[in-house]
């Protein structure tokens, strides 16, 4: 038996963003091709890997057992091919990111760049959606990964993943009252250029309580039954739910988590860079 690779990755990939659909998404695969590299590794193992009920899918016994082996060979298949492929390219690169891109995610990017470019070096900042479209068009930053609405997209931006904004709140509180305990993410929060303007159009008083830095701590005050917050809908679940206002509000928009660079040539360093968060993420390895 053979195990290969890819077919590897994409049962992984199907298994961590829920479904065909999502994980062709991420794979930029049709979901007929998804659907065929699962089905030859059952083939290859000669037993089901999956649980099929309806669009709930999930490991079988055999499926779970293969999953930490199979996430160990892709990670070091893909360290090995990064090894080989090291380059003597040299330089620094201005890395920015929103919170939609935890610690760990990047750390496992940085570490990987760092491997196919031993001699290039990266700084890496945490900021706001808000502050690091400036720093990009300045020039005091090479490279941003923010998220925008659909018409702020410029030709040049690549989309790393859409997401879908929801109203929650905790499952145990209602927030009803008035005004509306509102948490967001601080003085700069992208999303505060459209939520507030939604509330007041609807007559919604509201006062901020809470300020985090990235939507895992917005989820964790949302859940702690803090106030009402605006989040993707990859965050909902468990004891975090959608928010019934008290009154009908206008849709909120849907925002693009977007890589963006310096306008005009890329240097070399920054060109390497931005291929490999594009190949990280059209893998799977990193997740919307």
């Not at 065929?36 to 099929?52: A, N, Y």
């Not at 790393?160 to 929060?189: N, R």
């Amino acid at each position: 038996m053979q195990l290969d690779i890819e077919s590897l990755r994409t049962l992984l990939a199907v298994l961590d963003h829920g479904g065909m659909t999502r994980a062709a998404e991420q794979l930029h695969m049709s979901q007929s091709a998804v659907s065929r590299k699962v089905q030859r590794l059952e083939d290859r193992v000669g037993r089901p890997l999956l649980i099929r009920d309806g669009h709930d899918l999930r490991p079988t016994r055999d499926g779970r057992a293969l999953l930490a082996d199979a996430r160990t060979m892709i990670e070091l298949h893909d360290r090995t091919v990064a090894r080989l492929e090291s380059s003597d390219l040299t330089g620094t690169v201005r890395l920015a990111s929103n919170g939609e891109v935890n610690a760990c995610q990047i750390a496992s990017l940085l570490g990987m760049f760092k491997l196919r470019h031993p001699g290039a070096r990266v700084e890496f900042t945490l900021d706001h959606t808000g502050s690091l479209g400036g720093h990009v068009d300045d020039g005091s930053i090479d490279i941003a990964i923010v998220q925008v609405t659909e018409e702020r997209i410029r030709p040049t931006d690549h989309v790393l993943w859409p997401e879908d904004l929801v109203w929650t709140t905790s499952a145990a509180e209602t927030f009803d009252m008035s005004p509306v305990p509102f948490i967001d993410f601080g003085l700069h929060c992208y999303y505060n250029s459209f939520t507030h303007t939604i509330l007041n159009d609807a007559g919604v008083d509201f006062a901020t309580v809470f300020s985090a830095a990235s939507s895992v701590d917005v989820r964790a005050a949302v859940e702690a039954g803090i106030g009402v917050a605006v989040l993707g809908s990859r965050y909902v679940g468990g004891d975090v739910v959608e928010w019934t206002p008290p009154v009908e509000l206008a849709p909120l928009p849907k925002v693009f988590q977007i890589l963006r660079t310096v306008p005009g040539e890329r240097p070399e360093a920054v060109a390497a860079l931005v291929e490999t968060i594009q190949t990280e993420f059209t893998r799977g390895r990193l997740p919307a």
